[in-house]
Nanobody
Framework: QVQLVESGGGLAQPGDSLRLSCASS????????GGWFRQAPGKEREFVAA???????YYADSVKGRFTISRDNVKSTVFLDMDALKPEDAAVYYC??????????????????WGQGTQVTVSS
């Protein structure tokens, strides 16, 4: 069982930065791929970024160059640093854990564990 707790969301203006954290109480989180997804009202949950146990990272085209995913295995935490925020980045952001193969890590159905979500609002 992997329990995940997100934090760090809030209100930002366009161009601002935010850091999201996804913490687990279990050290076994380090053996999972950690992923960030987001869901805006009326839309499906969409892939944002993922980091494998190897440290390799993967991003959605819409956030590439602006968002950075990282992990601290000692703290069993995955981070999402979001720079140059845009209004279209506003959503509830969810952290997930999976042991899916590489080709499946962008599919939210392949994640067996999720956090409760954290709201990110981007507005001037």
């Amino acid at each position: 069982q992997v329990q995940l707790v997100e934090s760090g969301g809030g209100l930002a203006q366009p161009g601002d930065s935010l850091r999201l954290s996804c913490a687990s109480s279990r050290s076994t989180f380090s053996s999972y791929t950690g992923g960030w997804f987001r869901q805006a009202p009326g839309k499906e949950r969409e892939f944002v970024a993922a980091i494998r146990t190897t440290g390799h990272t993967y991003y959605a085209d819409s956030v590439k160059g602006r968002f950075t995913i990282s992990r601290d295995n000692v703290k069993s935490t995955v981070f999402l640093d979001m720079d140059a925020l845009k209004p279209e980045d506003a959503a509830v952001y969810y952290c997930g854990a999976t042991r899916a193969i590489l080709s499946a890590i962008r599919d939210p159905h392949m994640y067996g564990y999720w956090g409760q979500g954290t709201q990110v609002t981007v507005s001037s």
